[in-house]
Structures are given as structure tokens and as C-alpha cells.
């Protein structure tokens, strides 16, 4: 008898799991407005969702050529910022159309489930409890620990801590810097069309599919793992 192997999903948060790009340029511009510095506004703030914070503060400011004593700054502005909204009444941070039942889904097929976020665990933590999906993921990876995508160090945590080999898992993200880290981990890519990248760009980052709703991954799973024991 042969038993299957673990197979892992990994998600990423902003863009894939919630729609949290109000509340990130909120924040953003007033960081930035706080240090003198030119709000970057939503369209802007929008490319950079999925890096880590200094990572995305320097590509919003780079026509500034803000040093990296600012760039500290502003970043510690927006964590404040952020904290502060999220304490308030009318917070908003909806999940996408699907996610539970795609994690029901993917439960009973018996492929585990995770999270890389370039958040912080502390807000990975507040979305997770605010949407109820506490212990719904078997792997959390977050920016405290890691580089800041597309390096794979977030992945290759998360396939440490489950033992799931590269070839059985799958990202799924929003960015060309979910699909690069997820390529360059070894990893199956797909992308997602209602995030904050658009469909061109996750093909051109090299995506093996793009999906425009959660109740399409399963059967595309499938099949990929399907396609790779044919030519096995
Ligand atoms: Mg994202």
C-alpha cells in the first residue's frame, strides 16, 4: 500500500486572504505625512502590499532618497498608525469570497494549509482572530524572522515545519513577489487575479495558473499533480 504524500497550500494574507488595501494606505500616507515626506497614495501604496516594511517604505520613497534613519521611522509610524485603526469601531478588513470554504475543502482532501505574510505576527494574529480562522493553519511565517519577499526564506521555513517536500506544495498569492518566492522555493505558483497585482504581471513572474476564485484551486491542484504523474 502507498500513502500519499503530505501536500501543503500556503497563502499569502494581504490581497489573497483580505482586502486590506484601504487600511494599508491609511496608514501609509500617514506615516509618511508625519515625517514631511509625499503621501504615496493608494495606487502606489497597492504595488507595494506583500513586502516587508522597509522593504516597502524604500520603494514608496525612493524618489525622496530618504536614509535609513527615516525609513526606521516611518516605519515605526505606520506600525503605530496601524494598531491605532485597527483599535478602532469601524475597522474594516474583509476576507475574500470563499476562504473558509476553500480551507473546508481543502481539510477534507488532507492537503495541510499555511500563511507567509510580510506582516508581522502580531497583525497576521489580529486578522486570523478578527476573521475566526485561529488553528486553521498548520504553518505561520511572517516578516519578524524572515527577509521580506520574494526571498524563499518564508517558504522554506514553512515546508521545514511541516515536512512537505518543494514539488507538493503550492503558494498562493496576489504579487509577483508571491510567485518569485514561491519559484524560487521549488514550489507550484498560482496566482490570484482580485489582489493588488494584475493578471500580466503573476504570469510574467512566472505563475503555473491564475485563479479568479477560491472554488477554482482544488480542481486546478488536482490536476497539476495529475499532469506531474503522467510525466513522471
Ligand atoms: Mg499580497
Known sequence: M?????????????????????AIAHCMDHAF??????????????????LSLP??????????????ALIEAVTAAYKTAFFTLRQ??????????????LLAEL?????????????????????????ELEGRF???????????????????AALDETGVDAPNAVI?????????????????AIGVDWGYHDVETLHASGAHAVISHFDDLPDILDKIWEDDRDAA
Open 2 to 22: 502507498t500513502t500519499d504524500p503530505l501536500r501543503l497550500v500556503v497563502f499569502d494574507c494581504d490581497g489573497t486572504l483580505v482586502d486590506s488595501q484601504h
Open 172 to 188: 498562493v498569492g496576489d504579487t509577483s513577489y508571491d510567485i518569485e518566492m514561491g519559484r524560487a522555493a521549488g514550489m507550484i
Open 107 to 131: 481539510d477534507r482532501r488532507q492537503w495541510l494549509s499555511g500563511v507567509a505574510t510580510g506582516k508581522a505576527r502580531r497583525g497576521l494574529d489580529a486578522v486570523l482572530a478578527r476573521n
Open 55 to 68: 522593504e516597502a517604505i524604500t520603494k514608496l520613497a525612493a524618489p525622496n532618497r530618504i536614509d535609513n
Open 138 to 156: 498548520v504553518t505561520l511565517q511572517t516578516c519578524d524572522n524572515h527577509p521580506s519577499k520574494p526571498n524563499p526564506a518564508m517558504l522554506m
Open 33 to 50: 505625512a508625519q515625517h514631511g515626506l509625499d503621501c504615496p497614495g493608494l495606487e502606489n501604496t497597492r504595488t507595494i502590499i506583500g
Open 88 to 101: 478602532t469601531p469601524d475597522f474594516y478588513e474583509p476576507l475574500f469570497p470563499g476562504v473558509r470554504e
